[in-house]
């Protein structure tokens, strides 16, 4: 069984930076994506970046050139750092990954980031 779980979240000035990490724990084998979402108060779950099996990195169009999604190898931390953060990138960060198994998506709890202006 695999689980997720971030941490890292704060409350930082508008152009501050932040990294976010992802461990995960279980069976590695079965990770296929993996990657991050965010939620901001009143709006719907928005994805943010990911890592395909392939290693491939992808961006929201909004974070693209600020944020940097990176894992070493499949049993390593899974980190997230956001830099020239901004009041709009504030939300609950969830760290996700998806199963080879049944293709599910297993969630973690999330963490709050707040960007003040």
């Known amino acids: 069984q695999v689980e997720v779980a971030e941490s890292g979240g704060d409350l930082v000035q508008v152009g501050g930076s932040l990294r976010l990490s992802c461990v995960m724990s279980g069976n590695f084998y079965d990770l296929k994506d993996v990657g991050w979402y965010r939620q901001g108060l009143g709006k719907d779950r928005e994805w943010v970046a990911s890592?395909?099996?392939?290693?491939?990195?992808n961006y929201h169009a909004s974070v693209k050139g600020r944020f940097t999604v990176s894992r070493e190898r499949v049993e390593r931390p899974m980190y997230l750092q956001m830099n020239d953060l901004q009041p709009e990138d504030t939300g609950v960060y969830f760290c996700?990954?998806?199963?080879?198994?049944?293709?599910?998506?297993?969630w973690g709890k999330g963490t709050q980031v707040t960007v003040s202006s």
């Open positions: 890592i395909t099996v392939g290693m491939i990195k």
């Open positions: 996700y990954a998806t199963l080879w198994h049944d293709d599910s998506t297993v």
